[in-house]
């Protein structure tokens, strides 16, 4: 599997290009910005983009949403809950990022769905709590978890839409879901591993408490 993290956009947002060894076939996640920059790797990895997924839709997780679009012909999926954000982007929001295309949506992502990327076998898990359509997505070993869950943190609730409630229960089930040994890659910082997170980090940490 071709593995490529693109830390984008003002805010620093992790893009990843996700990839099959065997066929080239491409995945790009969360697109926050950059668009030539992320053109120019999906090039240089030789990869053929078939679907582009946003874990959600805050602005520094989907500004070259519709440069991306327009240039490799992909398919755009998000879930239908945060669908809004990127079709209506606010204009608040949008500035924090040097202003934004509005993107049209080919299809959603719903919990347990399985995407085919080459030989890859992408499912879907949907995690609200920092966004009501926040989703992570699971291939092999990793788990892609956006905002989420990060490493020593967890995606803040205070934005419209935010529920610390809710993302509790998305930590819970991220926990029974998945072993220690699996490769975190959050939508900002640094990697970890589920393992690493459960005896470290003061929100899963809290769970146990509970």
Do not use: K
Not at 36 to 46: K, N, Q, S, T, V
């Amino acid at each position: 599997m071709i593995v490529e993290t693109l830390v984008v956009g003002p805010l620093q947002a992790n893009c990843y290009l996700i990839g099959c060894d065997r066929t080239q076939a491409g995945l790009v996640l969360d697109p926050g910005g950059e668009a030539p920059r992320i053109l120019d790797a999906i090039e240089r990895l030789g990869l053929q983009v078939e679907c582009i997924c946003d874990t959600h839709g805050h602005v520094d997780h989907v500004a070259a949403n519709a440069a991306l679009q327009h240039a490799t012909g992909a398919r755009l999926l998000i879930h239908e809950a945060d669908r809004e954000l990127i079709e209506h982007p606010h204009p608040f929001w949008s500035a924090m990022v040097g202003g934004i295309e509005p993107s049209e949506p080919d299809g959603t992502l719903a919990d347990g769905d399985e995407l085919r990327v080459g030989d890859l076998t992408v499912r879907v898990v949907h995690t609200p709590g920092h966004t009501p359509g926040c989703v992570c997505l699971a291939i092999d070993d990793l788990l892609l978890t956006g905002d989420t869950l990060f490493a020593g943190s967890v995606g803040r609730t205070d934005l419209p839409g935010g529920s610390m409630p809710t993302l509790q229960e998305s930590l819970r089930r991220i926990v029974a879901q998945f072993g220690e040994q699996t490769r975190l890659l959050p939508g900002h910082g640094p990697e970890s591993t589920l393992g690493d997170e459960r005896r470290s980090n003061p929100f899963l940490l809290e769970l146990r408490e509970r």
